[in-house]
């Protein structure tokens, strides 16, 4: 996902008025309340990663991960996974031997009988993939600031930015 989720500047000048607290461990911090995962991410549901029944199963893989690979070979997969189980058992590592490996591998992939979904990848729904990547894409945000995203303590749909509180003194140095 490369759509831009915030407007950084924007949440950079929140947190710089926030308030300083003390956290359980002894951590100063500001934070400002986000929004709630009902309102945020694109499938707007809250859900466990083994308690998944209210998303909707991926078209492709009907709720799997996984495809029929149409070049899977069984019989030349499992062999070249003996062979490569084989060569990593005994090896020296040298140059030649890790080209080979990587060579056995790539083999590997392509020849297994199954594959991800590339839909879904490998979530079993395209709605957990679509939050994955929202919040894959909010973390890169947030780390330009040095801040991240956690759940509240209060209400677990409730999404905080925090980061390290930043102490101004009077003069306005930092």
Request: hydrophobic share 25%; glycine share 6%; with cysteine.
């Amino acid at each position: 996902m490369t759509t831009q989720i915030l407007d950084i500047n924007k949440v950079k000048q929140l947190l710089d008025n926030e308030d300083i607290y003390e956290d359980d461990d002894g951590n100063k911090l500001q934070t400002i309340y986000l929004g709630s995962i009902l309102n945020l991410t694109p499938s707007r549901k809250m859900y466990m990663p083994f308690a998944c029944s209210n998303l909707s199963p991926c078209t492709r893989c009907n709720g799997t991960g996984v495809i029929r690979n149409k070049h899977g070979k069984r019989k030349k997969y499992e062999n070249t996974r003996k062979k490569r189980t084989q060569l990593l058992r005994t090896y020296k590592i040298t140059q030649h031997n890790k080209n080979k490996e990587e060579k056995l591998w790539k083999q590997e992939n392509q020849w297994k009988p199954m594959k991800i979904c590339p839909e879904c990848n490998g979530e079993g729904s395209l709605e957990a993939r679509l939050d994955q990547d929202w919040w894959e894409q909010l973390e890169i945000e947030l780390n330009e600031i040095n801040a991240w995203a956690h759940e509240s303590n209060d209400d677990g749909c409730d999404i905080l930015i925090s980061r390290e509180a930043i102490e101004v003194n009077d003069d306005g140095t930092r």
